[in-house]
């Protein structure tokens, strides 16, 4: 059996500056806490805490004084930095160079638009790490719109000025532009700006090429991860005999007879030694003598 490894499937490079940020604090010495998971993958993130990170929310951030906090590549809104200036907390910033190029654009628009009392709108997932981020630089004034249906949020008689989340479909996002320019209103303002990282995006095609060239696709990603669920989905439509699995251990009975092909791939937040454990596991439970 034919077992490969989407070379293209991993950590973007904004997780790798993140994580190497996390390594390197650690040998340190000294605690180090990472508000919120530092990436959307359950076994990565216990292999880093077994090194001495410890992963804390933000009711016990706003508790720390002291402290060295490593923010992940998600960002934070203003308040975070606020909080640790007044807590005294040292903050080693991982935040991904795309999203703080993101968060820097969303609030010089915010700014210029305010008098105009026009609406910053984010595609993204409410509630999202990222999201909150975005949203923060707006005062918390941003209408999230995750899917159509949001779109009820919007007064289609004032302006409208479209950003992303820098990890969304750029299919979705069009798919909105399109369905706000059915209903605004004509001398109304809209404007969009496509800020879903490329790196992100040029997954999708290729992705679905991996897919469809193997018989049998075990996808990985953590159960959180946004990023997967997109991707995961994607590869479905390649390959209808695609599972979703966050662990090696997951995988329990061999594969049908005339599966000779299987790929393995992930979602930007799936270590690679993760595809490695899965493809070796896969070898082994399918050795046909």
Known sequence: MKVEIDNGSGFCFGVVTAIESAEQELKKGGPLYCLGDIVHNSLEVERLNAMGLDCIGHEDFNKLHNAKVLLRAHGEPPETYEIAFRNAITIIDATCPVVLRLQKRIKKCYQETRAENAQVVIYGKQGHAEVNGLVGQTEGNAIVIERPEDLDKLNFNRNIYLFSQTTKSLDGFRHIVSLIQERIAPEVIFKYFDTICRQVANRLPNIKQFAARHDWI???????????????????????????ISDAEEIKNPLP????????????STPKWLMEKVAAKVREINLRK
């Open 218 to 244: 075990y996808f990985v990603a953590g159960r959180k991860s946004s990023n997967g669920k997109m991707l995961f989905e994607e590869c479905l439509k390649a390959n209808p005999h695609t599972v979703f």
């Open 257 to 268: 007879l005339h599966v000779t092909s299987v790929g393995v791939c992930g979602a930007t």
